[in-house]
Structure formats: C-alpha cells, structure tokens
T-cell receptor, first 112, second 114 residues
C-alpha cells in the first residue's frame, strides 16, 4: 500500500538549532510530496511542495525539503529554529488518483 | 482570495445525537475533501467530491456518516447517530483539481461527543 511515514512523533530542539523532520514514502512511482504545518486549533497550512521540478524545494518561514528518490525521502529542514516554529508538522503524498495521504505528524518543540 | 470557510468551529454533543458541519470552498475549486483528524493522528480522508459528484468515499462510515455537495459549491457532512469515537477535528479542503497543487484547508470543526 502506498503510504508515508514520519520518523519521530516528537522532536525537541533549542532555539537557533537545526530542525530536521523526517519523512519517507513508499512508492515505485515518484509522487507529489508536501509538508504542512498545523498550529493549535487551526487548519493545515502548506509549507512547501515537490512537483518533480527541482529536488530541493524552498518553502515559507525558512523551511526547505530535499527529494531523494534513492532514499524515498523528503525530509524537512530549517537551519535555525525559532520559537514560533513550535507546531505539528505533517508530510503528505499525492498520487495520480488525486488522493492525498498524510503521515501521523511530528510535534516540534522549541526550547528557549 | 478568501480561504476555505467552515462552521461551526466547535461542537459538543451527546452520543446518539446528530450533527452537521458546513464547508464553503475557495471559489473556482472543483475538488472538495472532508478529512477526519483524531487527536494525535494525521488527517484521514473521508470523502472527495469533484464538482457535485463523489470521487472517493471508500473510508466514509456510511452507516452513520453522509455528505453532499449540492450545486458543486458548498458541502455538508452529517453524522447520525454520533459515537464517542467520532470525537475529532473535521477538516474541509479544496483544490483546483490539479495533482501538482496542495490543498487549501479550512480551520476545521472540533467535535466532542460525550
């Protein structure tokens, strides 16, 4: 079954430290890949998306992600964490049938 | 442009009662989705509409859940009767119907069944 796996349900970093949130997908055909952020009591907001163009994708709020076909990964990174980055992050894949599947999410905590 | 509108924001009902949620997608978005997000989990697709037709409702518990999208614009999701395990956030999203685009989500309706 086609799916997406987020490694680590909780990630904690210090302010100013590197943020790395992991996402792996399972598919023989490269899908479209997305990262969403969800702040408390809000809907999901699109951070960035991979649509088979450049493998390094830059998104909002200083986040970026790199598509690595050989590793079937699409990890999200940010060089320097800010307190306002604390939220839930979801990786998602979308295939030709137009159905988007979400990972279980990773809660990011940023310590002062 | 205006975002995806959902109402109500919060709803508390007793088990076995009925509840309905409303969604108004972004103007021009042909595809509309309803997702269920249980606390601590990622969103799960319940139903997908293309204009006013159902594309995928394979994960919709049809014995108690129903949804419609009259005239291909607004949509309503109903639960009747509700169970305790239906407590979740119900998210509506819309897209232009191109696989390269991410969805635009509404703020969701938080349902608590007691």
């Amino acid at each position: 079954a086609q799916s997406v796996t987020q490694l680590g349900s909780h990630v904690s970093v210090s302010e100013g430290a590197l943020v790395l949130l992991r996402c792996n997908y399972s598919s023989s055909v490269p899908p479209y890949l997305f990262w969403y952020v969800q702040y408390p009591n809000q809907g999901l907001q699109l951070l960035l998306k991979y649509t088979s163009a450049a493998t390094l994708v830059k998104g909002i709020n200083g986040f970026e992600a790199e598509f690595k076909k050989s590793e079937t990964s699409f990890h999200l990174t940010k060089p320097s964490a800010h307190m306002s980055d604390a939220a839930e992050y979801f990786c998602a894949v979308r295939y030709n049938n137009n159905d988007m599947r979400f990972g279980a999410g990773t809660r990011l905590t940023v310590k002062p | 442009e205006a975002g995806v509108a959902q109402s109500p924001r919060y709803k508390i009902i007793e088990k076995r009662q009925s509840v309905a949620f409303w969604c108004n997608p972004i103007s021009g978005h042909a595809t509309l989705y309803w997702y269920q997000q249980i606390l601590g989990q990622g969103p799960k697709l319940l139903i997908q509409f293309q204009n006013n037709g159902v594309v995928d409702d394979s994960q919709l518990p049809k014995d108690r859940f129903s949804a419609e999208r009259l005239k291909g614009v607004d949509s309503t999701l109903k639960i009747q009767p509700a169970k305790l395990e239906d407590s979740a956030v119900y998210l509506c999203a819309s897209s232009l119907d191109s696989r390269s685009y991410g969805y635009t989500f509404g703020s969701g309706t938080r349902l608590t069944v007691v």
